[in-house]
């Protein structure tokens, strides 16, 4: 599969007049709790020529292909990528501590790091992860038999919502660093459905566990509470300075 993630990144380079600055994964292999079939979301940001940013109209931002049993490939354009970190993109944040890298050019993370901190609006960060548990805790935990991938989603936004709630950070991308914030009487109880998820598939049902149900609904109406109390920004992260990075890695990545 590595081989096969490389070849369409070259392959991409090659049809597509761009450079591949980052690709990394994004979803439950990099989160830690993947099944034996998970597919991999492989997510990359790319720079075009610099004739392409001339235009009086803006192109086309994202590149996104068609989606199989084993690869879902997608990317954004670098300018669409800072303009994101700029407005403090969950996914984003994500994707820069992805602990799976297929390919990084120009110190990428390196140059981005630095500018993150000031970015982060813990308010933001707070409502995207509470969407998520939403979904689990209303529409898709509620039968007697609940699907262990969504159970996991669930549980990780509710921690990572938890994080930001008690620390006002950018949480953990990977689900053993925010473990910390379980209640220890239920560590034994995720540390069994870890077990059982490493080799079940990913239409895996088992019975609804309810004190891990009931530790989602207990974060998800603290979360509603402490929405609006939270910071909107640590500090609003400098224009000037992400235009200074966006013409140093333009012009890197296209040097003669």
């Not at 300018?79 to 407005?87: E, F, G, I, S, Y």
């Not at 790091?113 to 548990?133: D, Q």
């Not at 207990?218 to 920004?233: F, I, M």
Request: with cysteine; glycine share 4%.
């Amino acid at each position: 599969m590595l081989a096969r993630i490389q070849a369409a990144l070259t392959q991409l380079e090659a049809t597509h007049p761009i450079r591949i600055l980052y690709t990394c994964e994004s979803g439950s292999r990099a989160w830690g709790f993947p099944s034996p079939d998970s597919d991999y979301d492989v997510r990359f940001i790319y720079v075009h020529q610099p004739d392409w940013y001339l235009a009086l109209d803006d192109g086309p931002d994202t590149l996104n292909f068609p989606i199989d049993n084993e690869l879902d490939l997608g990317g954004w354009e670098l300018r669409k990528a800072l303009k994101l970190l700029r407005n403090s993109n969950a996914a984003l944040l994500e994707w820069l501590q992805s602990p799976v890298v297929y390919h990084e050019a120009l110190d990428f993370r390196a140059c981005l790091r630095p500018l993150v901190p000031a970015a982060f609006n813990p308010r933001a960060g707070l409502h995207h992860y509470l969407g998520l548990v939403r979904r689990g805790v209303e529409e898709e935990l509620l039968a007697e038999q609940v699907r262990l991938k969504k159970l996991f989603y669930a549980l990780r936004s509710a921690l990572a919502a938890h994080w930001i709630r008690t620390r006002h950070t950018v949480p953990p991308m990977e689900f053993d660093s925010l473990r910390a914030e379980l209640p220890p009487e239920l560590h034994y109880v995720v540390d069994e459905l870890l077990a059982r998820k490493a080799t079940a598939d990913e239409k895996t049902t088992i019975p609804r566990p309810e004190a891990l149900v009931g530790f989602l609904r207990q974060e998800y109406e603290a979360s509603l509470a402490a929405r609006d109390t939270l910071p909107v920004a640590h500090q609003a992260s400098s224009n000037s300075a992400l235009d200074s990075l966006f013409r140093q890695l333009l012009r890197a990545s296209f040097a003669q």
